[in-house]
């Protein structure tokens, strides 16, 4: 098997599957039309993305009443029975680096992450649209690139030495922690890729629909 063959193949669809939003946008600009057959193909692409971050921030809300439970239990532990338990206290920095990990597509989905900006909330959603698929592809993408480069050897290392607690009774599983870093990564990506199409769909519609815009989040 020829390993660097398929890694490039890969990579290749992977940047093909990126570029789809704008070959969609370039297409329909020089024909003049919104009524392209890779529209319903990138709306089904961005509904299950959507779908996916909708789900997993959902089941990753239920962490932050898990951690506010557990931290209670250890208080009364410690305080008034006098007992200390390390895997308890280590699971709530686990439950709180998984939770703000990999909600982090989530909280893109429904526009919830901090925006530094004067122009683009009182802007038309075509303007938004483009400040969206500009910002997403000249700084969302490359930098999650430059995260997962930096974060593979990292976590593959934790991996093969199975890393663990500094502590005899702590959780012997930090490797899987630090997993979670290729996991936010995964997920912001998957996201970012959604807002892009559906920020495509909106410049590419010429009747001033904005059902399909980026701000569109599925209810879960």
Known sequence: MNTPLI??????????????????LAMTRSAGSTQHALA????????????????????AS???????????VVVIQRYVFGVNYIWMQESITYMHGILFMVAAG????????VRVDIFYRDA??????LTDLVGTYLFLIPVLCVVWVAAFPYVELSWTMREGSTETS???AVY???????????????????LAIRS???LADRNGDTSSTAEAAPKV
């Open 124 to 129: 038309s959603p075509k303007r938004k649209a």
């Open 200 to 202: 495509a769909l909106t």
């Open 170 to 172: 702590g959780i012997q």
């Open 106 to 113: 989530y909280t893109l989905l429904h526009n919830g992450h």
């Open 40 to 59: 319903p193909l990138l709306n089904r692409m961005s509904d299950v993305i959507d779908r996916v971050n909708a789900f997993v921030g959902t089941v």
């Open 62 to 72: 239920w962490l932050t009443l898990l951690m506010v439970l557990v931290q209670t």
């Open 7 to 24: 890694i490039n193949l890969a990579t290749g669809v992977l940047f093909l599957c990126l570029a789809l939003p704008l070959v969609y």
């Open 176 to 194: 899987l922690l630090k997993a979670v870093i290729l996991a936010f990564v995964a997920l912001l990506m998957l996201q970012a890729y959604s």
